[in-house]
């Protein structure tokens, strides 16, 4: 395992999707190497979507099964239509893996640490793709030991 330089957040937006790790996990991801976030159907999770820029960095977090966040990827290619949306009004992006966390930060820790209690994750919990500020993205990296490969 080895440990490598956290990615530069400068002139990034800063994303957590939450994806259950028995339909959909980070592994998969990996397996893939490219993904397509689809199939959200929430007006302000939409929104978030459509708000991508190419590069931005993403939290990915395993929910129901697990309750962490797991790892980093990036958005490769925002602004898509859902394909699984026949109406065409839904939003998607394709993601790709950048790296595991040394260590998954469970939503308990979370939920402990004073600092994140204006994270959208925990003020908007039902909420599957909400920002992240710098300074949350900065504490959280750090709570998890870094990035590994």
């Given at each position: ?139 959280l990296l750090e709570m998890a030991g870094g990035l590994v490969e």
């Amino acid at each position: 395992m080895t440990t490598f330089a956290n990615p530069d957040v400068t002139g990034k937006q800063l994303w957590l999707m939450k994806s259950e790790p028995d339909v959909y996990s980070y592994d998969d991801l990996v397996a893939e190497g490219e993904g397509t976030w689809d199939g959200v159907r929430n007006h302000l999770a939409a929104r978030n979507l459509r708000s991508m820029r190419e590069g931005d960095l993403v939290f990915f977090y395993h929910s129901n099964i697990g309750r962490e966040i797991v790892a980093v990827a990036t958005i490769s290619v925002p602004g898509l239509t859902d394909p699984t949306d026949p109406e065409g009004k839904w939003a998607a992006v394709k993601l790709r893996p950048v790296a595991k966390l040394a260590r998954p930060i469970t939503l308990a820790e979370i939920k402990a640490t004073p600092a994140l209690a204006e994270m959208d994750l925990l003020r908007l919990s039902r909420l599957s793709v909400s920002s992240v500020r710098p300074t949350e993205w900065a504490l959280l990296l750090e709570m998890a030991g870094g990035l590994v490969e």
